[in-house]
């Protein structure tokens, strides 16, 4: 498997399909927040490749944010980096269904936060389902509490791994 950065349009679009193949259509983000955020924060728009056949079959995307509390799913709508920030958001990781269970979603992970640790950043934090807390944990990250977010009626938990 290949981790790499996103690179075309062909990626985002592939990317995307992998989103709403795991996310519920109210939880998922569009086509177009997709194409922003290669736009707006490549650097930390990762896919995962089945090396093979080329087929992308994970993906990762992240923000860097100024501070680890996340008020609400807002973060999930920014339109501008902040080129200071030194938090990294994971906003998305998903991983095509007949790749799941297969590590990909960790290597994604993994490679996340190398990067972030490499380019300086204090931590990661992100808003994850009930369901996959016990993945984040097993890679590091601490429960930190509920999220006041609803986004698509999914409660939401809060959780960081930082460093410094």
């Known amino acids: 498997m ?19 193949a795991v996310f519920s259509k109210e939880a ?7 194409h922003m955020r290669k736009h707006l924060f ?8 089945n090396e093979p056949n080329h087929q992308i079959i994970g993906v990762t995307n992240s923000v860097k944010i100024h501070n680890k509390e996340l008020a ?3 973060i999930k709508q920014l339109t501008h980096p902040a ?3 030194q938090y990294l958001c994971i906003l998305t990781i998903a991983v095509h269904p007949s790749y799941q269970r297969r590590g990909v979603a960790t290597e994604l992970l993994q490679r996340i936060i190398e990067i972030a640790r490499k380019d300086g950043l204090k931590g990661i ?5 009930e369901h996959l807390i016990s993945f984040y944990e097993k890679n590091g990250f601490v429960y930190a509490a509920p999220s006041n977010s609803q986004h698509a009626g999914i409660q939401w938990h809060e959780m960081n ?4």
């Open 28 to 34: 998922a983000a569009t086509i177009e927040a997709f």
């Open 42 to 49: 490549g650097t930390y728009f990762l896919v995962a490749e």
């Open 2 to 20: 290949l981790i790499r950065p996103v690179e075309s349009d062909n990626d985002v679009k592939m990317a995307y399909e992998i989103e709403i």
């Open 83 to 85: 080129e200071n920030g």
């Open 72 to 74: 609400d799913d807002s």
């Open 125 to 129: 934090v992100l808003m994850c389902e």
């Open 161 to 164: 791994l930082i460093w410094k």
